[in-house]
């Protein structure tokens, strides 16, 4: 093995249930990215919200069950609230925060009127003044804190995708219950981890130019991304636990041992082995396929793809 430098690549499920053979596949590929250019890889449960219990564990099982080590503890965000509130605070000291009392139908009709970029929120309750906000607070609305961006786009490098430019609205820093936004919480935790490779599902990759300008106003370094694609259901919409024996639980079954369930997603990237460490030798960044995998769990099909 390569000696490790300081950098490091990253896999943070949130723990809502078991891992299906996308998420698994992603991890995979990140573990890959980072190995092969002698990171650290690391894990993180992104807990803040969407648990289940006993999905943590069942997941930190699955992922050495098919191979993946990984470097020191594994970190959790519930156990970082306190590095967010720093972050939020000296935003707002900045004067780039305010609170937002829409609702999310509220939100939602604004984003699709004709104007603006899509998806972007509009800035609805950016110049409230303080008779404003304590006319929505006798409402009972509790706010949410936005960022109030200096920007409307951001550029990003990624190796899949090369430049991307996207929108950066004022999106949400935290939430009216009081919870961090997994926007804020990302950069926080790559950055306090020593995460500099991102690699995940490339459905996060117009979410990536928010998290990168984030990051810079913060003064922190903005990871190298790598956004592969997805694992789809015949079709054509993102896997998920209801299309069948899509779990490495649900596989070892039907009688597949996990180093067959490995085989299998190996060969979804064009590799052949039953082990992480078998594929260190094929990988390369280059190599990864550009097109989501389509998945027939009852008759899987490692070479299709769309």
Known sequence: MIPHTAGAGRFAPSPSG????GNLRTAVLA??????SARN???RIEDLDRVRPGAQQRQLDDLAAIGIDWDGPVARQSDRTRYYDEAIDRLTAAGMTYECYCTR???QQAVTAPHGPMGAYPGTCRDLDTADRAARRAQGRPPA???????????????????????VDDFVLRRGDGT???????????????????????????????QAYLATELGLAVPRYAHVPLVLNTDG??????????????????GETPRQVFALLAASLGYHGETPRALLDQFTPASVPRAAWILDPEHPNPLRHH
Request: proline content about 2%.
């Open 237 to 254: 919409a993102r896997l998920a636990k209801r299309d069948g024996a899509v779990t490495l639980r649900d596989r070892t079954a039907r």
């Open 145 to 167: 804190l936005r960022l109030r961006s200096r920007t409307t786009e951001f550029e990003i490098a990624d190796e899949i995708h090369g430049s991307y430019r996207g929108v």
């Open 41 to 43: 890889f690391r894990l």
């Open 31 to 36: 573990w890959l990215f980072a190995r092969c």
């Open 105 to 107: 139908k509220e939100i």
């Open 18 to 21: 078991d891992l299906h053979l």
């Open 180 to 210: 961090a936004a997994y926007n804020l919480a990302v950069v926080i935790d790559d950055a306090a981890q020593g995460i500099d490779q991102v690699v995940r599902g490339d459905d996060l990759l117009p979410s990536s130019p928010r």
